[in-house]
């Protein structure tokens, strides 16, 4: 079955305790980012990458990091989490680019004490 | 400033009933304009796209419209059914050529369908 999944989907955690958010899509897209869901905000895209070894900021990218060195798989990296990322967290993949569909994970449900 | 704004913000429904969501925008140039539909606790899932140059587009009971001249989408629901109790994301793509990598998302409308 052609899916994007993640994990954890639910982590509570403290200020300042490092965590990985795991992604992996099984349908050799090339596209792949995060976004955060917070209320009333909508979505907001934190990094993409376009391939293998490239990634770029999205539009709230302070606190995270990322990394992609196989296609399938793009984790999520919080270094030191803070309680403003306490939020709902999706990774999302496409075949080439962002004007195609995107393909969303089930979301991990971030708290940070 | 590149926005999507969707109206209302929610509506409660009587199951059987239809109903209509809209989504203004301002993206501009734009390569395509896509509804997304959110039940609680999951992934956003494409159910319609349309590019520039369509005007309707159907997907079963959901009918999507686009007027590109007062950049305006509207999802219509036909019959409703308490599944289709859920979110609706209107989300548009900038213009390949502008090499953008970011979508914009509307804030959604969070349909409520009761027996």
């Known amino acids: 079955e052609a899916q994007v999944t993640q994990n954890p989907r639910y982590l509570i955690t403290v200020t300042g305790k490092k965590l990985t958010v795991t992604c992996s899509q099984n349908?050799?897209?090339?596209?792949m980012s995060w976004y955060r869901q917070d209320p009333g905000l909508g979505l907001r895209q934190i990094y993409y990458s376009m391939n293998v070894e490239v990634t770029d900021k999205g539009d709230v990218p302070e606190g995270y990091k990322v990394s992609r060195k196989e296609k399938r798989n793009f984790p999520l990296i919080l270094e030191s989490p803070s309680p403003n990322q306490t939020s709902l967290y999706f990774c999302?993949?496409?075949?080439?680019?962002?004007?195609?569909?995107?393909?969303f994970g089930p979301g991990t449900r971030l708290t940070v004490l | 400033k590149n926005q999507v704004e969707q109206s209302p913000q929610s509506l409660i429904i009587l199951e059987g009933k239809n109903c209509t969501l809209q989504c203004n925008y301002t993206v501009s140039p734009f390569s395509n304009l896509r509804w997304y539909k959110q039940d609680t606790g999951r992934g956003p899932v494409s159910l319609t796209i349309?590019?520039?140059?369509?005007n309707t587009k159907s997907n079963g009971r959901y009918t999507a419209t686009l007027d590109a001249d007062t950049k305006q989408s509207s999802l219509h629901i036909t019959a409703s059914q308490l599944s289709d109790s859920a979110s609706y994301i209107c989300?548009?793509?900038?213009?390949?050529?502008?090499?953008?990598?970011?979508?914009?998302f509307g804030t959604g409308t969070r349909l409520t369908v009761i027996p």
């Open positions: 349309m590019t520039f140059s369509e």
């Open positions: 999302a993949s496409s075949l080439f680019a962002v004007y195609n569909e995107q393909f």
């Open positions: 349908m050799n897209h090339e596209y």
């Open positions: 989300v548009v793509s900038p213009r390949e050529q502008t090499g953008a990598n970011n979508l914009f």
